[in-house]
């Protein structure tokens, strides 16, 4: 089956900098990429839909010039978090078409 | 954000017995619906998706979806204390699979 990783499994960075977080898909091209973010004990939230060669579409109430998403290639989107603060710190997860009903295994950020 | 509504839980019960989850959804543009479990820390696991009216059974599981109602179910035959988790229903409403997730419904199987 369709095969979605994501890196890094955690990461832990200060209040102010910049964060990558990368999602692949290692069996499949995947021209559309969604990103979700889960707080502690809430539900995933679609943030946005990550489209090979275009732009993002962001969800309401998403600030597209925070989390910046990058899909340059039919294997890789890239999430950037900019100028994190500690309440952007959540559970970061990707899926990817083909299917899209597979996930990745999520990334931890903890802004400190 | 579509609104999708699960009772959180949790939902208790001993092992051997059949839980039943369920999940309502408000648009009725959605096309499929599916089921994740999730554990503590861990991304969700697809346990299994329901495009038509009725029921579908895979093995323990059985996803019982009726349109008119807006409301799909997932029914775990003889629960083990590990499939002690919190069950996402997800409901996709295009042909792009985004999905829009419920809140979960946190489930405790008791040996």
């Known amino acids: 089956g369709a095969v979605v990783s994501q890196h890094p499994s955690w990461v832990i960075c200060k209040s102010g900098t910049s964060v990558k977080i990368e999602c692949r898909s290692l069996?499949?091209?995947?021209?559309?990429m969604f990103w979700y973010r889960q707080f502690p004990k809430q539900s995933l939230m679609l943030m946005a839909t990550?489209?090979?060669?275009?732009?993002?579409?962001?969800e309401q109430g998403v600030e597209k010039d925070k989390f910046l998403i990058n899909h340059a290639s039919l294997t890789l989107s890239t999430l950037t978090v900019t100028s994190a603060h500690p309440e952007d710190s959540s559970f970061y997860i990707c899926?990817?078409?083909?299917?899209?009903?597979?996930f990745g295994s999520g990334t931890r950020l903890t802004v400190v | 954000q579509k609104e999708v509504e699960q009772n959180s839980g949790p939902l208790s019960v001993p092992e051997g017995a059949i839980a039943s989850l369920n999940c309502t959804y408000s648009?009725?543009?959605?096309?499929?619906f599916f089921w994740y479990r999730q554990y503590s820390g861990k991304s969700p696991e697809l346990i299994m998706f329901?495009?038509?009216?009725g029921d579908k059974e895979d093995g323990r599981f059985t996803a019982q979806l009726n349109k008119a109602s807006q409301y799909v179910s997932l029914l775990i035959r003889d629960s083990q204390p590990s499939d002690s988790a919190t069950y996402l229903c997800?409901?996709?409403?295009?042909?792009?699979?985004?999905?829009?997730f419920g809140s979960g419904t946190k489930l405790n199987v008791k040996p």
């Open positions: 990550s489209n090979e060669g275009s732009k993002a579409t962001y």
């Open positions: 069996d499949f091209q995947a021209t559309t």
């Open positions: 329901i495009y038509s009216n």
């Open positions: 997800a409901v996709n409403t295009d042909n792009f699979n985004k999905f829009y």
């Open positions: 899926s990817a078409t083909p299917d899209g009903y597979t």
């Open positions: 648009d009725r543009g959605s096309q499929s």
